[in-house]
């Protein structure tokens, strides 16, 4: 069970993301496309395997990868957005409302008896403090032989990344948002100069950058910065780390993808 300061920087991190989709609250590009949910899966997993099943995402945010589930053919998606982000993702998914039930509670109240196919978390674990409720709920909602996949930060090939938004953070999770935003604006000058670097260089989280962030929009490579300084927790997680975390609330069959060798994708089965 969370303790109190546990649980409220883990509220705190909702209330941080609610605000950042409120003002970031479009999935416009190369940045809602089923393009990143694919090259986030990498080879684990087939998108083309949701189609027709019984699929739940946590953590929806704006509804980018719930959009991509729906186009991948999913019969059903049950979408989990615990913050003020919720109108957001009712506005972005007001099409595919008849394919889609939105739930505003946070991960560990999914229901049970749903009868899960799939359940999908990008992006989501490493901002929760103690993930494990969450985990374990998804394993209790999954049908036998259901699948769970989720994408992590990774720690290995990270530390001199980890190290510089780690300070930054220790200043700008105190930031106004209005700051915040400001401040994103400055440092997307920086990355265009970083991007152009990449081109020539080995640098730090090239793979990224070349297949995945020089493909978004000004706007979007503002997000992906306000994105990292902004959440009050955030976890970089090692290898062994995520895959005991999910043999302990009870998934085998468990699969993993260093993506672009950075961050960690990974699939376990119920």
Known sequence: MENQESQTLRQRTIDDFGEQWTHFPDNEGFYGSSAILRDAI????????????RVAEIGSGTGRIVKSLLEAGAGHVWAIE????????????????????ILPIPGEELPLGLNLDYIFSIGVIHHVPDPRP?????????????????????????????????????????MPHTFRVFLSKILNFGLDIYMFLCRFFPLPLKGYVMHVL???????RELVIY??????????????????????????????????????????EK
Not at 42 to 53: M, W
């Open 134 to 174: 969450i985990l374990k709920r998804a394993h209790q909602s999954l049908k036998p032989k259901g699948k769970l996949v989720i994408w992590v930060y990774g720690r290995e090939n990270n530390l001199p990344y980890i190290f510089l938004v780690s300070a930054l953070r220790l200043i700008t999770t105190r």
């Open 214 to 220: 020089r493909n978004f929009d000004r706007k979007k």
């Open 42 to 53: 990498g080879p684990l997993f087939s998108l083309s395997d949701v189609a027709g099943g």
């Open 227 to 268: 994105d990292q300084l902004n959440p009050a927790y955030a976890k970089f997680y090692r290898k062994d780390e995520i895959e005991k975390l999910l043999r302990e609330v009870g998934f085998d069959k468990i699969a993993l993808h260093h993506r672009h060798g950075y961050s960690w994708t990974i699939l376990g």
């Open 82 to 101: 615990p913050s003020e982000a919720v109108p957001a993702l009712e506005k972005n998914l007001a099409g595919d409302r008849e394919r889609v039930t």
